[in-house]
């Protein structure tokens, strides 16, 4: 989501199968009971054990250890029909109040956006199982799946404290698979966006971030939202503009939800559609709001975008033309009608 060249840091979301580095951790209790009930059942069904394991754990440097057990890589499970296996009740699990919870487990990274694969900026619970408690002012469902042992979960909480950032709801230590009493904002899973809008009126929200930091434009940032809720990172801008749930959807998204945009030609192009980079990695991925062409030639184009080093920015661009990065796909809002 950063400016499409060869210093742009990262679109900070992913939609694929993620892989996180992890250590062994002793479990809670509640976990505990679940094994044990669980494994047998399991057995029977033919599901093997590791398909119920790893997620967000990580190292300082290298491969961490516990207990004389090297760190693996796990692949994550995102198959909303997988088998799991979730507790109801409150079995031995301490249930926390208002915006206060326990943890369980060691070495959980904290992220910097709601997505796995986004940059690490902490971690809880880094020398002892459960020794930090954490405080999140809200949640967001990704809708990616997200599995450690028995529990599995889609949300990713925003904490402020330990550590400010995004930790996946799998380590904290209650049964829900998401935050009691804790807002939920729209995430990664299936926005949608505000029905109607003019492509005049999205231009006009696009301009507001190159003034409303007294003045000037709003810096970048994956870890960050503006003062109105929205991620200031590209995808998170486009959002904006169009008005789609904070914090915002990804790129990803932004091309691939039908719900949001559709698939045009280059010729199609008008003010308030899309050009969005939606392959590779978070090192990749940007998206951009065109305005108008420059010329008759359609040479290139002057466009709205968020992008690294900078901010907000509204200049010339040749992404997807002919001479330009052909990653680029031109997509059409639906919420315009036509």
């Given at each position: ?11 900070t ?6 892989t996180?580095p992890?250590t062994r951790?002793?479990?809670?209790p509640?976990r ?26 990580g190292?300082?440097?290298g ?37 206060d ?7 959980w ?13 902490g971690?809880?619970?880094?020398t002892?199982?459960?020794?930090d ?10 809708g990616?799946?997200?599995c ?11 904490l ?5 950032g ?7 230590d ?18 949608q ?9 999205m231009?006009?929200?696009?301009a ?19 003062k109105?809720?929205?991620r ?40 308030g559609d ?13 998206v ?31 992404y ?13 809002p639906?919420?315009?009608?036509d």
């Open positions: 989501m950063y400016e499409h060249s060869s210093t742009h840091p990262a679109d979301t992913s939609p694929a199968d993620r996180a992890m951790h002793p479990q809670s509640f505990r009971t679940v094994w044990r009930t669980a494994l047998p059942a399991v057995a029977a069904a033919g599901i093997s054990v590791a398909g119920f394991t790893g997620f967000a754990h190292s300082d440097v491969s961490a250890t516990t207990g004389g057990h090297f760190a693996t890589a796990t692949e994550l499970s995102h198959d909303s029909s997988a088998r799991t296996v979730r507790a109801t009740g409150t079995g031995s699990v301490r249930q926390a109040a208002a915006a919870f326990p943890t369980w487990g060691t070495r990274v904290v992220h910097a956006t709601a997505d796995a694969g986004s940059p690490a900026v971690m809880i619970n880094k002892a199982p459960g020794q408690r954490i405080t999140a002012d809200y949640q967001v469902d990704t990616l799946k997200v450690e042992g028995s529990s599995c979960s889609t949300f990713m909480a925003h402020t404290g330990p550590v400010s995004f930790l996946s709801v799998v380590a904290v209650i049964p829900q698979d998401r935050l009691p009493g804790v807002p939920v904002q729209g995430g990664g899973g299936q926005p966006p505000q029905p109607g809008g003019s492509r005049e009126e231009l006009n929200r696009a507001t971030w190159l003034t409303a930091n007294n003045g000037a434009q709003v810096p970048y940032s994956q870890a960050k939202v503006w109105d809720g929205y200031q990172d590209c995808s998170g801008y486009v959002s904006m503009a169009l008005g789609l749930p904070t914090p915002g959807t990804n790129t990803v998204g932004l091309a691939t939800n039908r719900g949001i945009t559709r698939p045009i030609s280059v010729g199609e192009l008008k003010p899309l050009l969005i980079d939606a392959s590779g990695d978070n090192n990749t991925r940007h951009v709001i065109f305005e108008k062409w420059n010329n008759d030639a359609h040479s290139s184009y002057t466009a709205y975008e968020q992008r690294g080093d900078h901010g907000t920015d509204h200049r010339t661009l040749t997807g033309l002919p001479g330009g990065d052909a990653e680029f796909k031109p997509y059409r639906v919420k315009f009608g």
